[in-house]
Nanobody, 132 residues
Framework: DVQLQASGGGLVQAGGSLRLSCAAS????????IGWFRQAPGKEREGVSC????????YYADSVKGRVTISSDNAKNTVYLQMNSLKPEDTAVYYC?????????????????????????WGQGTQVTVSS
């Protein structure tokens, strides 16, 4: 069975750090790009970061750029999301997902985050709460 197990969420004060993990099984990990998405109450799911299967390229949403680092341990089939300088607006349920494609698509002449609707597999989510 395909599984994506997200973990590492929790309650942290503003300015703090968390490291999320996404452990994958049941599919050929090296063939898939792994993305992190988040969804806050009443808001749409948004892409946070992604690591591409083709060349390990990494991509970040503007809202987290400079504060978040994504990394992949292919030997463990696990992707990590190190989040620093957390802000209250980072509060959301964080999901990891896998897509048999690159992280981005070209639209309007620039790379944009591939839509969540295109992803093949999803984990169950982990709650991140940042207090002010």
């Amino acid at each position: 069975d395909v599984q994506l197990q997200a973990s590492g969420g929790g309650l942290v004060q503003a300015g703090g750090s968390l490291r999320l993990s996404c452990a994958a099984s049941g599919f050929t990990f090296d063939d898939y790009s792994i993305g992190w998405f988040r969804q806050a109450p009443g808001k749409e799911r948004e892409g946070v970061s992604c690591v591409s299967s083709s060349d390990d390229s990494t991509y970040y949403a503007d809202s987290v750029k400079g504060r978040v680092t994504i990394s992949s341990d292919n030997a463990k089939n696990t992707v990590y999301l190190q989040m620093n300088s957390l802000k209250p607006e980072d509060t959301a349920v964080y999901y990891c997902a896998a897509v048999l494609a690159t992280c981005t698509v070209i639209a309007g002449g620039r790379d944009i985050f591939r839509s969540a609707y295109e992803y093949d597999y999803w984990g169950q989510g982990t709650q991140v709460t940042v207090s002010s």
